[in-house]
């Protein structure tokens, strides 16, 4: 069982930015994915960005060339910078965690907020 604790959003203005974070504790395998996805209201939950334990990384098309991903292997903790953020990108932000026997762990969602 992963626990996932999220934390870093917020209220900010178009163009502005935020950082988000997601330490993972309790049975974690050294093989794993972890990544942001987020839900809009009225829409279904989407991919932001993911990072294996190594260096790579997918990103959805929204996002592209404003936020990075990244982790602290050590810490088992997963960072999102948002950058330049939009009122488009407004969403509860859930952090997750995917092992290699493909089991999902989820985070309880932290709000984005962008102002226009």
């Known amino acids: 069982q992963v626990h996932l604790e999220e934390s870093g959003g917020g209220l900010v203005q178009a163009g502005g930015s935020l950082r988000l974070s997601c330490a993972a504790s309790g049975i974690i395998f050294s093989t794993n994915v972890m990544g942001w996805y987020r839900q809009a209201p009225g829409k279904q939950r989407e991919l932001v960005a993911t990072?294996?334990?190594?260096?790579?990384?997918n990103y959805a098309d929204a996002v592209k060339g404003r936020f990075t991903i990244s982790r602290d292997n050590a810490k088992n903790t997963v960072y999102l910078q948002m950058n330049s953020l939009k009122p488009e990108d407004t969403a509860v932000y859930y952090c997750?965690?995917?092992?290699?026997?493909?089991?999902?762990?989820w985070g309880q969602g932290t709000q984005v907020t962008v102002s226009s």
């Open positions: 990072i294996a334990r190594g260096i790579t990384t």
């Open positions: 997750n965690f995917l092992d290699f026997r493909g089991k999902d762990s």
